[in-house]
């Protein structure tokens, strides 16, 4: 009875009979990799339109260009794509960028295959970087990531990425 009880209430909350509560949560899972996707594809758009305000935005320090900033993105997988993305329009320069939330700060940084010769080194960028908001990280000299606890320092974090390339560069 206490079974039946619970599959009537799904049924009640799904809105539909006790016979057809399994389709209805097949369709209901379906919906939701829809819209998953969907979301995936605009979240990926915005991203886009974001890369194309922060390539405007890039400083020269020397005679590199720099991208150091904060962006609005919940996971690392996506911090990663548009490090990538930035590396690609910017064609020479180094890339961090930064997002914090739920306590936690996440950096990605990508430098491009002829400043890696020059000796800038990802890895050791998103380290020093990283230990500016409580964190560590590391990397390849292309990419690299790194994980912080104290997002209110994130700023810092990202401004220091200048510093750093300013004094590699001499």
């Not at 995936?40 to 390539?55: W, Y």
């Not at 400083?59 to 590396?87: F, W």
């Not at 908001?133 to 990397?139: A, K």
Request: proline letters at 2%; charged letters at 30%; a neutral charge.
């Amino acid at each position: 009875n206490e079974r039946v009880g619970i599959l009537a209430e799904s049924a009640k909350q799904l809105r539909t009979n006790i016979h057809n509560v399994p389709e209805r949560i097949e369709g209901l899972q379906r919906q939701i990799r829809e819209l998953e996707r969907e979301n995936e594809s605009l979240a990926a758009k915005v991203g886009n339109l974001a890369a194309r305000d922060l390539v405007d935005d890039a400083k020269k320090v020397g005679d590199v260009s720099v991208i150091a900033k904060k962006v609005d993105v919940h996971d690392m997988n996506r911090l990663r794509t548009m490090v990538d993305e930035l590396k690609g329009k910017l064609g020479s320069g180094i890339v961090v960028l930064g997002t914090a939330s739920d306590g936690k700060v996440n950096l990605a940084a990508g430098v491009t295959k002829d400043l890696t010769e020059k000796g800038y080194h990802a890895g050791k960028l998103i380290k020093e970087a990283a230990t500016r908001c409580g964190g560590g990280g590391g990397g390849r000299p292309d990419m690299a990531q790194a994980g912080g606890k104290n997002p209110e320092q994130l700023d810092e974090a990202l401004q220091s990425v200048f510093e750093w390339v300013k004094a590699v560069s001499e």
